[in-house]
C-alpha cells in the first residue's frame, strides 16, 4: 500500500477514477486485465513515435508538480513531465522510481504496471512542445490494514525510459510525512503507470495548492552581466511552504516614492544575456528552495538619442502565482527592456 500523508490532509479523488478504483478493488489481481479493459494495458498497440521529433534528453526535462488523492484506501499520486527546452522532442514509456528515505538508503519496492483509466494503457509516445508537460501516476489498491510496515520517502528518483541520468523531487513534508508501506518482509509494492499527457493526469489527483508568497524568504545576489546590461538571481527558500511552484514571478522595480521605475517581462531576452528559463512545475516542502533570473538595462535613452543614466530603485517587488509579494530592499539602476524567467528549482 502506498500511504500518502501530509497534515494528516484527505484528498477527494476526481469522482471518474474513484469510480474505477471502487470497481477494481473488488476484482483479484489475476483477473483484472481480462475485467478491465482500461487495465488490459498489454493488449493495445502504441502509437507511432511523432514524425520528426527526437526523445527528450534529461537536459530538456524538469519533474515536479505532485498531486495527491484517495479514495476508500486507495492512494494516487501523480507527477508532471515539463519539456524545459526551446526544442520540441518526445517521452514513451513507463518511469522507473526510486524511494529515498533521506538516511542514505532506497526503500526496497516492487513496481507494477496495473491501475485504472487511461494513464495505465499500454506506453506511447507523447509530443512535448517547448513548455508542454506530460505525466504519470504511481498508486496501489490495497486497503487500509494495521499490519503493515511503513516507511517514511524524502526525496523521489525517476528514471524516464531511454533518457540518460535521472530527474528527483523532494517528497519531506513538515509535520506529516510521504510514506509507502506494504506487508512486513517483502518489497513494498507500487503501480506506476505510462507517461501520458499532463491533462489527463489530472484526473487522478489534485495538485498541491499554488505557493504563495507569505510562506518563503527571499534574497538578492549580485548583479552581473555585459556592459549596459545587468542580471540577478534571486533565491527563495520555503520556510513552512507546501506547494507547487509554477510559471513566472510579477517582478517590479519601485522607487523610494513607490512609483514604478520598471515592470519586468516574462520569458522576455534581454540583449547578448542567455535565455530566460521556460515554466516548468516545481513541488515545494519546507526548507525547499527555488530561484528565477532577472535581467534589465542599466541606462535609457535621452531626447538626444544619448544613452542616460537610469533612476534608482530602492525596492524589487515580487508576486507569487499564488497570491501575494516579497519585497528586496536594494538600490538598483535598471530602467530598459527588462525581463525576468520562470521560476526553477534549487540544486538539491
Not at 152 to 171: E, I, N
Not at 250 to 255: A, E, H, M, R
Amino acid at each position: 500500500m502506498v500511504r500518502l500523508m501530509l497534515r494528516r490532509r484527505t484528498f477527494a479523488i476526481a469522482a471518474p477514477a474513484a469510480a474505477v478504483l471502487a470497481v477494481l478493488m473488488s476484482v483479484p489481481s489475476a483477473a483484472l486485465a481480462a475485467a478491465t479493459p482500461e487495465v488490459a494495458s498489454h493488449a493495445r498497440l502504441a502509437a507511432p513515435r511523432p514524425a520528426r521529433l527526437s526523445r527528450c534528453g534529461d537536459a530538456q526535462l524538469a519533474l515536479g508538480g505532485l498531486g495527491l488523492d484517495n479514495a476508500g484506501g486507495t492512494n494516487v499520486a501523480t507527477l508532471l513531465v515539463a519539456n524545459v527546452s526551446k526544442t520540441a522532442c518526445f517521452v514513451e514509456g513507463r518511469p522507473r522510481l526510486s524511494f529515498d528515505d533521506g538516511a542514505g538508503k532506497v526503500v526496497q519496492t516492487s513496481i507494477g504496471d496495473w491501475g485504472p483509466g487511461a494513464a495505465f494503457a499500454a506506453p506511447a509516445p507523447v509530443a512535448l512542445a517547448p513548455g508542454a508537460r506530460a505525466g504519470f501516476v504511481f498508486t496501489d489498491l490495497a486497503h487500509n490494514a494495521s499490519d503493515l510496515l511503513c516507511r517514511s520517502v524524502a526525496r523521489l528518483r525517476v528514471q524516464l525510459p531511454r533518457v540518460a541520468g535521472s530527474l528527483s523531487t523532494p517528497l519531506t513534508f513538515d509535520p506529516a510525512s510521504f510514506e509507502i508501506c506494504g506487508p512486513p518482509g517483502t518489497p513494498i509494492a507500487v503501480q506506476v503507470s505510462s507517461l501520458v499527457p499532463g491533462a489527463a493526469v489530472m484526473t487522478y489527483a489534485s495538485e498541491l495548492p499554488a505557493c504563495a508568497a507569505g510562506g518563503f524568504v527571499v534574497k538578492l545576489g549580485a548583479a552581473r552581466g555585459a556592459a549596459g546590461t545587468a542580471a540577478l538571481t534571486a533565491t527563495l527558500v520555503s520556510r513552512n511552504a507546501t506547494c507547487v511552484l509554477d510559471g513566472y514571478p510579477n517582478v517590479l522595480l519601485s522607487g523610494r516614492s513607490g512609483r514604478t521605475v520598471l515592470r519586468l517581462i516574462p520569458g522576455k531576452v534581454v540583449m547578448a544575456l542567455p535565455n530566460p528559463a521556460l515554466p516548468r512545475p516545481i513541488t515545494i516542502v519546507p526548507g525547499a528552495g527555488a530561484q528565477f533570473q532577472l535581467a534589465a538595462g542599466d541606462f535609457r535613452q535621452t531626447a538626444n538619442g544619448n544613452a542616460g543614466e537610469c533612476p534608482v530603485s530602492t525596492a524589487l517587488r515580487v508576486g507569487f502565482p499564488g497570491g501575494g509579494t516579497l519585497t528586496i530592499h536594494r538600490r538598483l539602476r535598471l530602467c530598459a527592456f527588462g525581463g525576468v524567467g520562470a521560476f526553477t528549482a534549487s540544486a538539491p
